[in-house]
RNA sequence: GGAGAAGUACCCAAGUGGCUGAAGGGGCGCCCCUGCUAAGGGUGUAGGUCGUGCAAACGGCGCGAGGGUUCAAAUCCCUCCUUCUCCGCCA
């Protein structure tokens, strides 16, 4: 969400900022109006209740005095009906200005490039050395099917399209990821772990951005109105909503495996085969609360624990700074790393680190006070994937392939996996 | 799922229609006293948000949430949410 004051005061220059992006803003143009007739009804609507509590209160002391009060009350019928009728008024102006507010993206950061496409990303860095084989080298899909570890056919039996069993040392592996991963973060990059609810209700999903415009992305439980998360950044951002933390509290910064549910409505006839694109994947997540002024050196502190990953499975990928048009709905920054996936011929985004400013913290109500008397203030929040497993199973399938169709296990996974070296027949 | 009870400021808690933005504690700030500590005495402060305003300030809202009754609601009525206790069911 953005910040009222700021579109109030600098109308052109936001409008102009947003226009940068890929998203519809066309609701902008009603704000102006909006709010200018909302603090004029909510001016008129203030007088007359002060003037009803002056009256009250003179009402009160003429029945204490047992005098006749009937004139007074019956002149105070009126000015209630019509505070009625403003407070009434006031509340569809608020319903239809928290629509719009809800309903604009964030304002890019200035380091981000100016873009309207994909490619305009601008590449930071990239680590690590493309393997050569001297083999044909084959898909994770066909890797994992002859050491028959992954089984997507009976996934879509039991479940549907977009679904898969992991099996035997294939389960082991992706169990070995999520630990090696949350270990790292927890015992080397100072993360609180966190174990979050799969499930969140509309604010959450709202406080972090995902509602009100992208229910269509999202599994919902409609009895219960409640969603699959698509990411434990809902839950754990959503921890602290409504909630004022002290200086001392900053930067928060939390860990969370999780399974992720995604409908991908509008991705049908990509990525169908393999871990790429499925409705449930795992995830370890990395959420960091932090102060304005600091936010942007912990989005590059987040982006390379996330690399840091990938650096120690010995994966090569590069880091990318998305442009204005492909950086999504809440972020104000973003970096998404991507992994090197031979059967691609490219580079696959594994991980996405994103400085939100305060656009979550004001949707969900997220503060903090510099010391006692201060006034509260906004955090900022900021979260990456540290990293997606699925896709990290795809790329170490890929990448440690042997020509006898064996997968060598990087190192740093070997004590996850009772020491194994290889997955074979 | 059934039956009860409760939700008031940072915490505990009083308050059943007007003089209650809300008693009283605790905590917190300052001062005094005691060699330090523990304890004691005095005194002060009270959250958040919205509107007008450069500001000082003024005003509105606020007692779990949302509606309603009334000139006036923490207080009366309705709906919902959460927590606790008991029973049932259950990984």
Redesign the pocket.
């Known amino acids: 969400m953005l910040d ?2 700021l579109l109030r005061n600098q109308f052109d220059e936001v409008k102009k900022k947003l226009a940068q992006r890929n998203e519809d803003i066309s609701a902008l143009d009603e704000f102006g109006d909006l709010d200018k007739k ?2 004029e009804v ?2 008129k ?3 007359l ?2 003037k ?6 003179e ?3 003429m ?2 005095d047992k005098k006749d ?1 009937s004139s ?3 002149e ?2 009126n ?2 009906a019509e ?2 009728r403003l407070d ?1 008024e006031q ?1 569809e102006l608020d319903e239809d200005l928290t629509h719009i507010l809800l309903t604009l993206p964030n304002i890019p950061h200035e380091s981000a490039p100016v873009g309207a496409e994909e490619d305009e990303n601008e590449e930071v860095r990239t680590w690590g050395e493309l393997p050569e084989f001297s083999f044909e080298h084959k898909p994770h899909w066909e890797l994992a099917k002859e050491l028959d570890i992954l089984d997507f056919e009976r996934a879509s039996k039991v479940t549907g399209s977009r679904f898969v069993f992991y099996k035997g040392l294939g389960a082991r592996l992706e169990r070995a990821l999520i630990n090696f991963m949350m270990d790292l973060h927890e015992d080397e990059h100072g993360y609180t772990e966190v174990l979050p609810p799969y499930m969140v209700n509309r604010d959450s999903m709202t406080g972090t951005g995902q509602l009100p415009k992208f229910e269509e992305d999202a599994f919902k439980i409609r009895e219960e109105d409640y969603f699959l998360i698509p990411t434990a950044e809902v839950p754990v951002t959503n921890m602290h909503r409504d909630e ?1 933390m002290t200086a001392e509290d900053l930067p928060k910064a939390y860990t969370a495996y999780s399974a992720c549910f995604r409908s991908e409505a509008g991705s049908a006839g990509r990525d169908t085969r393999g871990l790429i694109r499925q409705h449930q994947f795992n995830k370890v997540e990395l959420v960091r609360f932090v102060k304005p002024e600091e936010s942007y050196e912990q989005l590059e502190l987040l982006t390379s624990q996330a690399e840091k990953v990938l650096q120690l499975l010995k994966l090569p990928y590069r880091v990318l700074n998305m442009c204005t048009g492909d950086l999504g709905f809440t972020a104000a920054k973003k970096y998404d790393i991507e992994v090197w996936i031979p059967s691609n011929e490219t580079y696959r985004e594994i991980s996405s680190c994103s400085n939100f400013e305060a656009f979550q913290a004001r949707r969900a109500n997220i ?1 903090f ?1 510099r010391d ?1 008397k ?3 203030e906004y955090v900022h929040t900021l979260n990456g994937s540290g990293l997606a497993i699925g896709r990290t199973v795809a790329a170490i399938l890929e990448n440690y392939q042997q020509e006898d169709g064996s997968i060598n296990i990087p190192e740093v996974l070997r004590p996850y996996m009772r020491g194994k070296e290889k997955i074979t027949n």
Do not use: D, G, H, Y
């Not at 009803?52 to 209160?57: A, L």
């Open positions: 009222v004051k909302r603090r909510i001016q609507a203030e007088e209740k002060s009803r509590n002056k009256v009250s209160q009402i009160s002391q029945k204490r009060a007074v009350i019956a105070m019928q000015v209630s505070i009625k009434e509340r004022i503060r006070k006692k201060a006034k509260a």
